[in-house]
Structure formats: structure tokens, C-alpha cells
């Protein structure tokens, strides 16, 4: 018997496991995937001649093993390790309603690949669905986060400046990475264009300047290499492996099993509560159960309700905490892939040194700072200004011998790039159920992702794309590549909603301690749990909720309420 389990060990896992274990809980983290090793699992090492094939999955291998995870820009030779094979995780969409759902199933789960781009929600975040009437209200405001914000910013280490916008809430950063010549002639021409506009550094989770904290935990400052998502063997990056997880080992508190595949949470009727979980071994396929005092879910928001609506039974046949029909629900991922690119006619003659892992981002502006729009809600930008270098120049264009070689040795024009990150709404139709005839190779109904932008969403991406171009016009840019419409749902990876917080228990899953309505001792603190997306990567708020839910848990299970 445990005293708490956590499902998944990664961004809002790791964050759980640890606040629990430090609280004293005797605590088992149960990850579906395999064991990885921090530092010795990862390919930061590998120099181009290592990898092959310029680091290029062969089409062939793409086309059969992973036609959804090579969308994702992060995905390479060097990578793919990290990703599911599609071939062997299969889910369905409704014809002409596709859906990239991406996944890595291995201990320390995508915080290991993820973009590290922190931003907190602000106050008109958590007041929007109030105020405009979508979704479930949520049952906290700023105020009740933000010591959690400052708690999980500290921890990971959030390098970002202060910049006093109420849309995007400051907070304890480490110092920002600086923006290079180019892109500070971007900020003063957009700024001065735009009055109501600011571009700032993108506050990244990468330690600009570790503090001895981070060193105690064996993390060392960024190297600047850009080489993230192949894991970075300095911990210079957070993520579970290198922060959240050793800092729970630490405490002598921490139970990791790996390849143990969550079927479902056992429900006591007699108690109402949950008292542990089934889970299969993804190699032997064995069933077993484990028994706690109470649950954590934290395995992302699709898979959350997957297990959620398959823990069903007699005292729960719609599924375990559905008692409001919401689990599956809501489903949202952000407006993605709406890229503007341009070359700058007259840029600085200047370069710069290193790889930053961060760029500039444009806060959100509509319906904030200018005025009322025909959608609700906004979006923000994420881009950088870069230098064609001699890489670029020697493969862009065709030649060989001296004229090749003479090229490789100028710098090229200064490319700028702004990528529009936009709010969807949530809606009830955008939903998660279990298909009702197919079962994975484990015998698990796989999940039927049914999931479309609208007409607040389509409106909103026209606007991005408008702004970008003028944006990049008025910083002296000639426009050189636009996307017409957004990506398909899903390929922003923040997908989110399915088990929403709120006040009414008819209309949302979590109270606000992100504890079930309808089991006092299970608690949920992954993305489902996102009452709405604001347009802000959302990570950062998944792991401040489940540092907050943990302290409140503790607090209940001693208080004898759980």
C-alpha cells in the first residue's frame, strides 16, 4: 500500500511525484513506457557524421512507423527514439477531422522533447470563460496560482524579463537570453508601428545562470547548443529525468516502475473512492495492481481520459468521475503551424555566437491592447531573426569548386520569422471516447479523437497571418513565405480539456484543488484538467497546479478527508 500513485511521469508527473515525496508520502510514479537514463540515454553527444542521412528519418521508415510523430518539427534521425511508432499505437479520427496526436511513451515522458517556451496565464486567462460565456468558469483566479508560479519557476528555472503586461504575468526568472542586433531593429520597428505591441525574449526553461540549487541536483547553465530535444546531458534544460524526478529520489519517498501500462482505477462503491490501479506490463502483458490512498492522474490529457471513461463499472457506467458526462470533453490544442517568413532587405552587419534555445515572442495584444475584434480571445507569436550562415549558403543554392566555396565564406541576409500561437475554444463536440469495437495490442480500447477548429478559431488564424505580414513589412521585411491555414489540431502539442476544473460539478470533472468531484481522493493535474487554453504554451500552469493540488492533497489526507 502506497500512500499516492501518480500516473505518468512527465511535466505534471514529475512535478506531483515530487511535492508529494517531499511532503512525506511514500509515493509510486507508474510510466507506460521504458527506462530511460539521464545523460546515458541521450544523443546530445552524436556529431552529424554519427547520425547518417543528415539526420533524416528514411520516407519509407516515416511512412510506415510514423506517419503522425514525423510532422513534428522536432522529430529526426536523432530523435526518433523519443516518439511512438504509429503502427503500434493506433487511434481514429472521423473522416476529414484529422488529428496529430503527438507522443513519446519513455520515463520522463515529452518534457524530455518539449519546446521549454514558460509563460504563466494571467488574470483575463482565468476570467475569459466567465466573461464570455465558453467553457466551464474556472474555480480559481491568478491570485490562488501565483505563489505556485513563483514555486515551479524557481525550481525548473525560467530565464525571461520582466516586462509588466497584465496579459502575461512576470515572474522569478533567471536572466533572459538577449535578443541578437537583427531582431532588437525588429522590436523597435514593431514597437514604434505598433504602440500596443511588445517583443520580448521568449522566457525558456533553460538555466541562463544556474542557481546552486539547480547544482545540487547535478544541472549546469545552458551551453547554448540548440540541440534540446535530443535530451541535454548537462540538465541545462528542465525536465523530469534531470530535476523533478532526482529531487523525489532524494527524499528516499519515490517507487518508479516503467513499462506498466495503466488499464484502468479501481472505484470502491461502498467508500466512494478510488483505492489503486490495474495496470498491464507492456512486455509480458501480465496484469497487476497496485494500492494506494490516492491517485494522481497525470498522463496527458488524452490519455487521462482514456483511463478515466475505462475505469467504468456498475456504480460508474459512463466512467470513473463522469457523473457531469464532461470527461473527454473540451478537448483543445492551440492554433499551430500559421508561420510567416521574410528576408530583411537592410539588416545590422552583424552576427552573433552560440545557439540560443529561445527567440523573441510577441504577447498577446488582440482584444487586450487593441481593441474589440470580430473573435474572442487572442494569440501570441513565437519567431527570431537569424543569419544565413555558410551552411545555408552553401546548400541553398546550386555550385561547386571556387564559387562555392567563395559564397560559403559571406554571411547571408537576415531571415525573420513570426509563428502565431492562437486560442481554441473550448467546445463540448471536441471530445475523447473509446472506440467500441477496437482494443490496442494490450487489449485496451484505443481512443476515437473527434476534434475541428471553428469559426472563432478560423477568424483568429486570418488575423495572425494579417498581423504577421505587417509586422515583418514594417521592420523593413519583404514577405518571402506564408501558410494559408493553420496545422490540424494536435500538432501544437498542448493538447488539453478533457477533464476540465470548475464550479458546477453538472459542467466540469475538478473542483479547485484539481481534485474529482465525484472522488474525494483522486486528483488530476495534467492538461486535462485546463478549464481554457489561454494562447500561452501551457506547461508551466500544468506544473504550478500540480504542486498546488499536491500541497492541498497532503493537507486533505492528513486532515482525514480523503
Same mark, same amino acid.
Given at each position: 500500500?502506497?500512500?499516492?500513485?501518480?500516473?505518468?511521469?512527465?511535466?505534471?508527473?514529475?512535478?506531483?511525484?515530487?511535492?508529494?515525496?517531499?511532503?512525506?508520502?511514500?509515493?509510486?510514479?507508474?510510466?507506460?513506457?521504458?527506462?530511460?537514463?539521464?545523460?546515458?540515454?541521450?544523443?546530445?553527444?552524436?556529431?552529424?557524421?554519427?547520425?547518417?542521412?543528415?539526420?533524416?528519418?528514411?520516407?519509407?521508415?516515416?511512412?510506415?512507423?510514423?506517419?503522425?510523430?514525423?510532422?513534428?518539427?522536432?522529430?529526426?534521425?536523432?530523435?526518433?527514439?523519443?516518439?511512438?511508432?504509429?503502427?503500434?499505437?493506433?487511434?481514429?479520427?472521423?473522416?476529414?477531422?484529422?488529428?496529430?496526436?503527438?507522443?513519446?511513451?519513455?520515463?520522463?515522458?515529452?518534457?524530455?522533447?518539449?519546446?521549454?517556451?514558460?509563460?504563466?496565464?494571467?488574470?483575463?486567462?482565468?476570467?475569459?470563460?466567465?466573461?464570455?460565456?465558453?467553457?466551464?468558469?474556472?474555480?480559481?483566479?491568478?491570485?490562488?496560482?501565483?505563489?505556485?508560479?513563483?514555486?515551479?519557476?524557481?525550481?525548473?528555472?525560467?530565464?525571461?524579463?520582466?516586462?509588466?503586461?497584465?496579459?502575461?504575468?512576470?515572474?522569478?526568472?533567471?536572466?533572459?537570453?538577449?535578443?541578437?542586433?537583427?531582431?532588437?531593429?525588429?522590436?523597435?520597428?514593431?514597437?514604434?508601428?505598433?504602440?500596443?505591441?511588445?517583443?520580448?525574449?521568449?522566457?525558456?526553461?533553460?538555466?541562463?545562470?544556474?542557481?546552486?540549487?539547480?547544482?545540487?541536483?547535478?544541472?549546469?547553465?545552458?551551453?547554448?547548443?540548440?540541440?534540446?530535444? $535530443? #535530451?541535454?546531458? @548537462?540538465?541545462?534544460?528542465? +525536465?523530469?529525468?534531470?530535476?523533478?524526478?532526482? !529531487?523525489?529520489?532524494?527524499? /528516499?519517498?519515490?517507487?518508479?516502475?516503467?513499462?506498466?501500462?495503466?488499464?484502468?482505477?479501481?472505484?470502491?462503491?461502498?467508500?466512494?473512492?478510488?483505492?489503486?490501479?490495474?495496470?498491464?506490463?507492456?512486455?509480458?502483458?501480465?496484469?497487476?495492481?497496485?494500492?494506494?490512498?490516492?491517485?494522481?492522474?497525470?498522463?496527458?490529457?488524452?490519455?487521462?481520459?482514456?483511463?478515466?471513461?475505462?475505469?467504468?463499472?456498475?456504480?460508474?457506467?459512463?466512467?470513473?468521475?463522469?457523473?457531469?458526462?464532461?470527461?473527454?470533453?473540451?478537448?483543445?490544442?492551440?492554433?499551430?503551424?500559421?508561420?510567416?517568413?521574410?528576408?530583411?532587405?537592410?539588416?545590422?552587419?552583424?552576427?552573433?555566437?552560440?545557439?540560443?534555445?529561445?527567440?523573441?515572442?510577441?504577447?498577446?495584444?488582440?482584444?487586450?491592447?487593441?481593441?474589440?475584434?470580430?473573435?474572442? $480571445? #487572442?494569440?501570441? @507569436?513565437?519567431?527570431?531573426? +537569424?543569419?544565413?550562415?555558410?551552411?545555408?549558403? !552553401?546548400?541553398?543554392?546550386? /555550385?561547386?569548386?571556387?564559387?562555392?566555396?567563395?559564397?560559403?565564406?559571406?554571411?547571408?541576409?537576415?531571415?525573420?520569422?513570426?509563428?502565431?500561437?492562437?486560442?481554441?475554444?473550448?467546445?463540448?463536440?471536441?471530445?475523447?471516447?473509446?472506440?467500441?469495437?477496437?482494443?490496442?495490442?494490450?487489449?485496451?480500447?484505443?481512443?476515437?479523437?473527434?476534434?475541428?477548429?471553428?469559426?472563432?478559431?478560423?477568424?483568429?488564424?486570418?488575423?495572425?497571418?494579417?498581423?504577421?505580414?505587417?509586422?515583418?513589412?514594417?521592420?523593413?521585411?519583404?514577405?518571402?513565405?506564408?501558410?494559408?491555414?493553420?496545422?490540424?489540431?494536435?500538432?501544437?502539442?498542448?493538447?488539453?480539456?478533457?477533464?476540465?476544473?470548475?464550479?458546477?460539478?453538472?459542467?466540469?470533472?475538478?473542483?479547485?484543488?484539481?481534485?474529482?468531484?465525484?472522488?474525494?481522493?483522486?486528483?488530476?493535474?495534467?492538461?486535462?484538467?485546463?478549464?481554457? +487554453?489561454?494562447?500561452?504554451?501551457?506547461?508551466?500552469?500544468?506544473?504550478?497546479?500540480?504542486?498546488?493540488?499536491?500541497?492541498?492533497?497532503?493537507?486533505?489526507?492528513?486532515?482525514?478527508?480523503?
Amino acid at each position: 500500500m502506497f500512500d499516492a500513485i501518480v500516473i505518468g511521469s512527465g511535466m505534471s508527473g514529475g512535478i506531483a511525484a515530487k511535492e508529494l515525496c517531499e511532503r512525506g508520502l511514500k509515493t509510486l510514479v507508474l510510466e507506460r513506457g521504458r527506462k530511460l537514463e539521464h545523460g546515458a540515454s541521450y544523443t546530445d553527444w552524436m556529431q552529424p557524421w554519427d547520425i547518417g542521412n543528415a539526420n533524416l528519418v528514411p520516407e519509407e521508415e516515416l511512412e510506415r512507423d510514423y506517419p503522425i510523430q514525423g510532422k513534428c518539427y522536432a522529430m529526426s534521425a536523432a530523435t526518433k527514439q523519443y516518439w511512438v511508432k504509429d503502427s503500434e499505437h493506433p487511434y481514429s479520427t472521423p473522416e476529414g477531422k484529422p488529428f496529430s496526436w503527438i507522443r513519446g511513451y519513455h520515463l520522463g515522458g515529452r518534457s524530455i522533447m518539449w519546446g521549454r517556451q514558460s509563460y504563466r496565464l494571467s488574470e483575463m486567462d482565468f476570467a475569459a470563460n466567465a466573461k464570455d460565456g465558453h467553457g466551464s468558469d474556472w474555480p480559481i483566479r491568478y491570485s490562488d496560482i501565483a505563489p505556485w508560479y513563483d514555486h515551479i519557476e524557481k525550481f525548473i528555472g525560467v530565464a525571461g524579463s520582466n516586462e509588466g503586461l497584465a496579459q502575461l504575468p512576470d515572474g522569478q526568472f533567471l536572466p533572459e537570453f538577449a535578443l541578437n542586433d537583427a531582431e532588437l531593429e525588429f522590436k523597435k520597428a514593431v514597437e514604434g508601428k505598433f504602440p500596443g505591441r511588445k517583443v520580448i525574449s521568449g522566457r525558456v526553461a533553460n538555466l541562463s545562470q544556474a542557481q546552486p540549487h539547480h547544482e545540487e541536483l547535478g544541472r549546469t547553465s545552458c551551453q547554448n547548443r540548440s540541440i534540446c530535444e $535530443r #535530451g541535454c546531458s @548537462y540538465g541545462a534544460y528542465f +525536465s523530469s529525468l534531470s530535476a523533478s524526478l532526482p !529531487a523525489a529520489e532524494k527524499t /528516499g519517498n519515490l517507487t518508479i516502475v516503467t513499462d506498466a501500462i495503466v488499464h484502468s482505477i479501481i472505484h470502491d462503491p461502498k467508500t466512494g473512492r478510488v483505492s489503486g490501479v490495474r495496470v498491464i506490463d507492456s512486455n509480458t502483458r501480465q496484469g497487476r495492481t497496485y494500492e494506494a490512498k490516492m491517485v494522481f492522474g497525470c498522463a496527458s490529457a488524452i490519455a487521462t481520459a482514456q483511463i478515466l471513461l475505462n475505469s467504468k463499472s456498475e456504480a460508474n457506467p459512463r466512467g470513473l468521475a463522469n457523473s457531469s458526462d464532461q470527461v473527454g470533453r473540451n478537448l483543445m490544442d492551440h492554433l499551430y503551424g500559421l508561420t510567416t517568413a521574410g528576408l530583411m532587405a537592410r539588416g545590422p552587419s552583424t552576427t552573433y555566437h552560440g545557439r540560443r534555445p529561445t527567440g523573441l515572442y510577441i504577447p498577446r495584444y488582440r482584444n487586450v491592447t487593441e481593441g474589440e475584434q470580430d473573435f474572442v $480571445r #487572442g494569440f501570441g @507569436y513565437q519567431g527570431g531573426v +537569424s543569419r544565413m550562415g555558410w551552411r545555408t549558403m !552553401a546548400l541553398a543554392f546550386p /555550385g561547386i569548386g571556387a564559387k562555392l566555396k567563395e559564397r560559403t565564406r559571406r554571411l547571408g541576409p537576415w531571415v525573420m520569422y513570426i509563428a502565431g500561437f492562437g486560442e481554441m475554444l473550448p467546445h463540448p463536440d471536441n471530445r475523447v471516447t473509446l472506440h467500441p469495437t477496437r482494443t490496442d495490442k494490450w487489449g485496451i480500447p484505443i481512443v476515437h479523437i473527434d476534434c475541428e477548429l471553428r469559426e472563432n478559431e478560423r477568424k483568429m488564424a486570418k488575423q495572425i497571418q494579417a498581423d504577421a505580414s505587417a509586422m515583418i513589412k514594417a521592420a523593413g521585411g519583404n514577405v518571402v513565405a506564408t501558410m494559408d491555414e493553420p496545422g490540424a489540431p494536435g500538432l501544437g502539442i498542448h493538447e488539453m480539456g478533457t477533464a476540465c476544473m470548475g464550479k458546477d460539478p453538472k459542467m466540469s470533472v475538478l473542483n479547485r484543488y484539481n481534485q474529482a468531484h465525484d472522488v474525494p481522493n483522486l486528483f488530476i493535474t495534467d492538461g486535462s484538467a485546463m478549464a481554457s +487554453s489561454g494562447c500561452q504554451n501551457p506547461s508551466l500552469t500544468y506544473m504550478a497546479l500540480s504542486a498546488r493540488a499536491a500541497d492541498h492533497a497532503v493537507q486533505f489526507l492528513k486532515e482525514g478527508k480523503l
